[in-house]
């Protein structure tokens, strides 16, 4: 059997407790299953052997006790005896004649595969005492450590829990949720419910329509799921083992539920097999994302984007902070499924510039999470009244900003890139599509989910669509009716495509060229800082300096012999001779002439001109704008860094009191500017 990626945990996996249902250990006809709990205790003895700490909880002395009384009572009855009424035995006795018995067998089979084991009855009360508990996980370790088997049961023979269908109250209420709780407690990696089933069915195991559900999804399952009765002879069944499940994967410890009868299947979920029912607290992560069409997606942003609009600037404000916040809970997970992303793309022979974009370094969750913060404490930019105007007397008209409705975005490698475009278009009030490259599928799969998760249903989580099919683009581009604009982020191959394919309004996003010019008046000093910067702390961002240009006098001066000097120090390589572009994306001149200094900032065509500065401070959030869904090298509608301004259109709001037009015969218009916040 294959091994399924969902079931990836398993390599982390060291402490295991394994919690065997009366069922598994018992026959039908309520005698022990020795062929059962044998192989169960060989595959024991194999993980032990193989490093794995085991810890099991078994249940079985209640009916074994029964079984062996009823026995008991049998021979020493009279023939008049078994005419009369049976009274039926004592749960109490039963538990403690059974569970004498039932760790009799254990010692046994244990000790005949060299393996020693030890018996722990504990109580709901004994959990409620922290000395316990302390001493308890002190005493568990000790075991392990000499590669002794806990075994572990309620002590029902002295237990005071009423009827066990009447009493579902305390810390824990059968073995399955005792077992649980000593995951939780005793911080084991993986809890192993093993049942007379090969796991949880969608209905009753024995209905041919049932299908096993090998992964349950809490969302999807738990108002799907029919439960047939509970285990024939323990007291849970299935529904426990599903409480008890639910309960230890949402805690934060994987939970297989599958099937004691099998010879091996504790050693095939450890293989990583598709084996019983896997629970996870990241479960909802793995399945797969239902195919909408593009108009259906292309419609639902718009329409989530009203009611996203239609909310207070605090409630918008508060989804950002609630986005930030979840980034950072979800850090681990963001970066394992980063960490896959990079790892495929090295083994697939993509260039370093590439797999330095897609990679998220340490600290870059924490830095989007501050951006989004910044972001959401800046003024509420919708609705802002940007003019003023008196028509005529009782008549004003206001300027102000709007949404421009529904944008799709089309980026490649920077996953980061997805986190600043989806806050900037939370805050902005717009729908949102977004397509990134297919070397970032899973850290945008799961930066898109963590996003759209923080969401509250009032807006819904499809106000952000993600597109994971390149098939789709062209379906999109064709939907002048839905879509208000379209960024293309990438090469300038790309952005000509993409204008070339839609009537939708594009806003270019290029490779644009950033240029920076020593004159000769330039501080050396500070010439060599600004140049090291703009090419080397970031190579790889579109930011960074592709052509250096100098005054001829610093040729023969020597001064550009330094500059080369430490740049090839630094590992980056010269290419002599004239570079021009149709782009000019930033550029910066260094020069303590202040008059050649105004000629270059005023008379330079470029989206960002600097003076004495480096050309990687092009940066929406370096520029205060939170964060940017990139650098326009148009110039319409927006141009350089393009934050949640560039996200924006107006609207004319006109406030009369019937006024009419009427020929403009009783119109006396004054067209007088007033104070924005008269």
Not at 267 to 278: D, P, S
């Amino acid at each position: 059997m294959a091994e399924d990626s969902s079931r990836a945990f398993v390599k982390d996996v060291k402490r295991i407790v394994i919690k065997v249902g009366t069922a598994v250990v018992t026959r039908n006809d309520g005698r022990l299953a020795l062929g059962r709990l044998g192989a169960l205790c060989e595959q024991i003895k194999e993980l032990n052997s193989q490093g794995y700490e085991i810890i099991l909880v078994s249940s079985g002395a209640v009916g074994l006790g029964r079984q062996r009384l009823r026995y008991r009572r049998l021979v020493n009855s009279s023939f008049a005896d078994l005419q009369k009424p049976q009274v039926e035995l004592d749960g109490k006795a039963c538990a403690a004649v059974g569970q004498n018995s039932l760790m009799a067998l254990y010692d046994t089979l244990f000790s005949e595969l060299d393996i020693s084991s030890a018996q722990l009855l504990v109580t709901d009360s004994d959990f409620r005492d922290r000395d316990f508990r302390k001493q308890l996980n002190e005493t568990v370790k000790s075991l392990l450590s000499l590669k002794v088997i806990p075994i572990f049961n309620e002590n029902d023979a002295v237990s005071t829990r009423k009827a066990p269908y009447e009493d579902s109250s305390g810390i824990f209420w059968d073995n399955d949720s005792l077992a649980a709780l000593l995951a939780l407690e005793l911080k084991a990696d993986l809890l192993v419910l093993l049942s007379d089933v090969e796991g949880l069915y969608s209905g009753p195991p024995s209905d041919p329509k049932s299908k096993l559900i090998h992964t349950y999804v809490k969302e999807k399952h738990q108002g799907e799921i029919t439960f047939g009765d509970k285990s024939r002879v323990g007291r849970g069944g299935m529904t426990a083992k599903v409480k008890a499940a639910v309960n230890a994967a949402y805690a934060g410890i994987p939970v297989v539920i599958t099937s004691g009868s099998a010879p091996e299947n504790i050693i095939r979920v450890l293989q990583g097999q598709r084996i019983g029912t896997l629970f996870h607290q990241d479960a909802h992560l793995w399945e797969p994302t239902k195919e909408v069409g593009a108009r259906e997606m292309a419609v639902a942003a718009r329409d989530s984007s009203r009611r996203l609009q239609a909310l207070s600037s605090q409630e918008r404000k508060k989804i950002l902070l609630d986005i930030a916040d979840a980034f950072e809970a979800n850090e681990k997970l963001i970066t394992v499924e980063n960490e896959a992303d990079v790892a495929a793309a090295q083994q697939a022979g993509y260039e370093k510039s590439l797999i330095s974009r897609l990679a998220l370094k340490p600290g870059k969750i924490a830095s989007l999470a501050k951006s989004i913060r910044v972001l959401a404490n800046m003024e509420d930019p919708i609705g802002r009244v940007l003019k003023k105007t008196q028509l005529a007397d009782g008549l004003i008209l206001e300027k102000t900003s709007s949404p421009l409705g529904v944008l799709l975005i089309v980026f490649e490698s920077r996953p980061d890139a997805l986190v600043q475009i989806a806050s900037l278009a939370i805050r902005s009030g717009n729908g949102l599509l977004l397509k990134g490259g297919k070397e970032a599928k899973r850290s945008n799969a799961i930066l898109h989910k963590v996003i759209t998760e923080a969401i509250p249903d009032i807006v819904g989580g499809k106000v952000i669509g993600l597109v994971t099919s390149r098939d789709e683009i062209p379906d999109l581009l064709k939907l002048d009716d839905v879509i208000d604009l379209v960024i293309p982020r990438g090469s300038n191959k790309l952005v000509s495509q993409i204008k070339s394919s839609t009537k939708i309004p594009v806003l270019g996003h290029a490779d644009g060229i950033c240029h920076v010019y020593v004159d000769k008046s330039a501080n050396m000093d500070m010439a060599k800082r600004v140049v090291l910067d703009a090419k080397i702390d970031y190579p790889a961002a579109c930011n960074a300096m592709e052509t250096l240009l100098v005054h001829k006098d610093l040729v023969t001066n020597g001064a550009l012999n330094e500059l080369i000097v430490d740049l090839r120090i630094q590992g980056v390589t010269l290419y002599g001779g004239p570079r021009a572009s149709l782009f000019a994306h930033t550029d910066c001149i260094i020069t303590e002439d202040q008059e050649t200094a105004e000629i270059f900032l005023y008379q330079v065509d470029s989206a960002a001109v600097f003076h004495n500065a480096s050309t990687r401070f092009c940066d929406g959030a370096r520029f205060g704008l939170g964060a940017e869904v990139g650098i326009s090298t148009s110039r319409i509608h927006a141009r350089g860094p393009v934050g949640v301004e560039g996200l924006l259109t107006t609207r004319w709001i006109l406030k009369g009191s019937g006024q009419v037009v009427d020929g403009d015969k009783g119109v006396i218009y004054t067209h007088k500017d007033i104070p924005i916040n008269s």
